[in-house]
């Protein structure tokens, strides 16, 4: 009687495992599609599961994991127009990337030059293309000048940025003034260094 | 009730009491590290939506809205109409297509204390992913986990298609 209901259970786990196994196995693949860098530039993609890892070098190369007993698939390469076709949602709900300016300062200045006015006209453009409600204005000084002071000066610089934005029409609201001093510099020095690379304002715009 | 008695033993200045605190201290310390991290950092927020598009935070969903703030364990779902975009603070940026759900199941960006890692699960649908300064300064920081084979997923710009296991 006890053997006999044993293999019965047996009869029934074996092959439902079998066929979860199979189910999970196969249903839920997972397709990687290396994309080029948005500079054009192409970058290099590595797929690996447990059993192994596959190197993608060309845009439009796929691999394919479908398990994990097997390594992911042999790169092949796909027709752009294709792989356009089936991402065409996340691709073209994909942000444009942040991107950073660095304005520079003469010594405890804080009025920007003529071409750090025309670099602002980049920013303009940047801000506009992303819709962006994110700008991060940050100010800094070199290591010459007490700390406080310093503090000060960053701040200045970083609201003279900011308050030329919002005279062209960005909200203020979208807008986040950090000032660090010296502090977080480009080029670390002593203190007491001028260093015309640290006196800047750093604006992101995401 | 415990806190009170570990503060207690604290001001105890007999050193083999000193030695017993030291596992109900630890375990304060645990709660209110634990206290914080519930209170989770910015992971990054949503630049775009259209369509059917949810964040599932703590079980409760709701309507993705552009703005809207992303933290760690948060879901992005999207039904059979909806994408999203999202930035997120390494200036990584990503999207979604219909029919996705994906976990951030983990994200740290403290470039100052070396956490550098950024772990999403996509439990089905389609992603794309440029990469930002977590996979730049920790080379290894970036994973995608997909349900039939954990895929380490290492490159600058790429697609994911995950097929739905319920289908």
């Known amino acids: 009687m006890k053997n006999k209901s044993l293999l019965r259970i047996r009869d029934i786990i074996l092959p439902l495992v079998f066929l979860l196994l199979l189910i ?12 080029p860098d948005p500079d054009g530039k192409v970058g290099t993609l590595e797929v690996s599961n447990v059993k192994g890892t596959q190197t993608l070098n ?3 190369q796929a691999t394919v994991s479908a398990s994990m007993d097997r390594i992911p698939s042999e790169p092949k390469l796909l027709e752009e127009e294709k792989v356009r076709q089936v991402f065409r949602e996340a691709l073209e709900a994909e942000p444009i990337p942040p991107v950073s300016f660095i304005i520079y300062f003469r010594t405890d200045r804080s009025v920007l030059s003529t071409e750090s006015l025309t670099l602002l006209t980049k920013v303009m453009d940047a801000i506009l293309s992303r819709k962006s409600t994110d700008i991060i204005i940050s100010g800094h000084t070199d290591a010459v000048g007490a700390i406080d002071y310093n503090h000060r000066l960053s701040l200045r610089r970083a609201k003279a940025v900011a308050d030329i934005l919002i005279s062209k029409g960005i909200d203020r609201q979208n807008i986040q003034v950090t000032y660090h001093g010296k502090g977080n510099p480009l080029v ?4 007491g260094r001028p260093e015309p690379r640290n006196r800047r304002v750093e604006i992101t715009v995401r | ?3 009170e008695n570990t503060s207690l033993i604290l001001f105890e200045p007999k050193l083999e009491f000193m030695k017993f605190s030291l596992i109900p201290i630890c375990l304060v310390f645990i709660l209110v590290i634990g206290m914080a991290e519930a209170n989770e950092p910015r992971a990054g927020f949503v630049k775009n939506v259209s369509g059917q598009a949810f964040i599932e935070r703590n079980k409760v ?11 760690e364990n948060d879901i992005l779902v999207t039904g059979n109409t909806g994408s999203m975009g999202v930035i997120l603070q390494d200036n990584s940026v990503m999207s979604i297509g219909s029919n996705t759900r994906l976990v951030i199941s983990k994200f740290a960006f403290e470039p100052a204390n070396e956490k ?5 699960q996509i439990k089905k649908g389609t992603v794309v992913y440029l990469t930002g300064l977590i996979a730049k300064l920790n080379h290894s920081g970036v994973r995608f986990e997909t349900p ?20």
């Open chain 1, 24 to 35: 999970s196995g196969c249903a839920s693949s997972t397709q990687v599609v290396l994309l």
């Open chain 1, 58 to 60: 060309q845009a439009w």
């Open chain 1, 188 to 191: 670390p020095t002593p203190d």
């Open chain 2, 1 to 3: 009730m415990e806190t």
């Open chain 2, 61 to 71: 969903v709701t309507a993705a809205k552009v703005k809207d703030m992303l933290r």
């Open chain 2, 116 to 120: 550098l890692s950024f772990i999403a």
């Open chain 2, 148 to 167: 039939a084979a954990t895929c380490g997923i290492r490159g600058t710009h790429f697609a994911i298609k995950v097929e739905d296991p319920g289908n």
